[in-house]
């Protein structure tokens, strides 16, 4: 139900919102919200931000590219926990994790009392 979607070919002209347009990336990627907590929010400097990701390594992929200003940001990324819509996503593969239109992924770091 909306998670298989066509991948478009390379359009000639640049595509797509905000203007960017790569080759074999979709135009009707899904979006949604990344939601910082703790540690995370201070990194990135936002409580939350949209994303345009067809799974959860896109997203953040392209959340590392927009904070890679924060030095502290892609540190604090690699120790978080995720949750999908709610879901855990564990160990999972980040590429195998399917973003849903309208969903939401929560950036959990670690909190006190949790290992580093």
């Not at 959860?56 to 604090?76: I, K, T, Y």
Request: hydrophobic fraction near 45%; charged fraction near 25%; proline fraction near 4%.
């Amino acid at each position: 139900m909306g998670r298989h979607r066509k991948r478009a070919e390379p359009a000639a002209e640049p595509a797509g919102r905000g203007g960017e347009r790569r080759a074999g990336i979709a135009e009707n990627m899904a979006s949604g919200t990344i939601r910082y907590w703790a540690a995370a929010k201070a990194a990135a400097g936002t409580a939350e931000e949209p994303y345009e990701a067809d799974t959860l390594a896109e997203a953040l992929a392209a959340a590392r590219r927009r904070h890679a200003e924060h030095a502290e940001f892609d540190r604090v990324l690699a120790r978080c926990a995720f949750l999908v819509d709610g879901g855990q996503v564990g160990s999972r593969d980040h590429a195998t994790v399917a973003l849903a239109e309208g969903g939401t992924v929560e950036v959990l770091p670690p909190f006190a009392g949790g290992a580093a």
